[in-house]
């Protein structure tokens, strides 16, 4: 597993910031014009441009301290992404489904799933938010039972979910990303104004 640093990038720094998924897809084509796609990755890696939200000077200062603490491309971060950062708007215990019990298994895993037509894609999620995750057993949330690891994302419960009981969940959660650069450029445009190009980050799978 990849050095990583439990700590999140300043949320006013990620506010301002553009990015998202991104696939890799090998197109080949024919001298007809019919295309061969090969799926090179089986899920979406992230990658975003942090620059456009450094708008002041003390965030440059921030991000400066951040990314010197990181060792540029060497650390791994938690990263807040305001586009997509929550397992529902409203978040709820049965927002989404971890799995079903078999009385046996007690760790599961957070997930989030994205569906559109008849295609769903489950999202694993391995950096939940302390404190906002919300679990249910058969639509009933429990206060008590079970412990999730904010490092990892899995829910483990003290009493095995009985067969055939429905395991679900709500919270918030980070993207585990790094920096994709190891320089930092910045310029001081005018007194009290500064300007990144910028600072890629990209996600990294644990």
């Known amino acids: 597993m990849p050095a990583f640093h439990e700590i999140r990038l300043a949320e006013d720094i990620s506010y301002g910031s553009s990015g998202g998924p991104e696939f890799s897809t090998t197109i080949v084509a024919s001298l007809s014009g019919f295309e061969q796609r090969n799926v090179n990755w089986s899920a979406a890696r992230a990658k975003y441009n942090v620059a456009y939200g450094v708008r002041t000077e003390q965030q440059l200062e921030a991000l400066l301290a951040f990314f010197r603490a990181r060792q540029g491309k060497a650390f791994g971060f938690r990263y807040k992404d305001w586009t997509d950062y929550q397992s529902a708007a409203l978040i709820t215990p049965t927002d989404q489904l971890l799995g079903t019990g078999n009385g046996v298994k007690t760790a599961f895993q957070l997930v989030k799933s994205y569906t559109s037509g008849s295609v769903t894609v489950a999202r694993t999620i391995s950096k939940p938010v302390a404190g ?19 490092t990892t994302g899995i829910v483990t419960f003290t009493t095995p979910p009985a067969s055939g009981v429905l395991v679900k969940a709500g919270f918030q959660f980070d ?4 920096f994709d650069t190891d320089s930092l450029s910045a310029t001081l445009d005018s007194y009290g104004i500064t300007s990144l190009q910028s600072v890629p980050v990209v996600e990294v799978r644990l």
């Open 132 to 150: 906002t995750v919300r679990v249910s057993l058969a639509g009933t949330e429990l206060t008590s039972g079970f412990t999730v690891d904010n």
């Open 175 to 178: 993207v585990p990303v790094r």
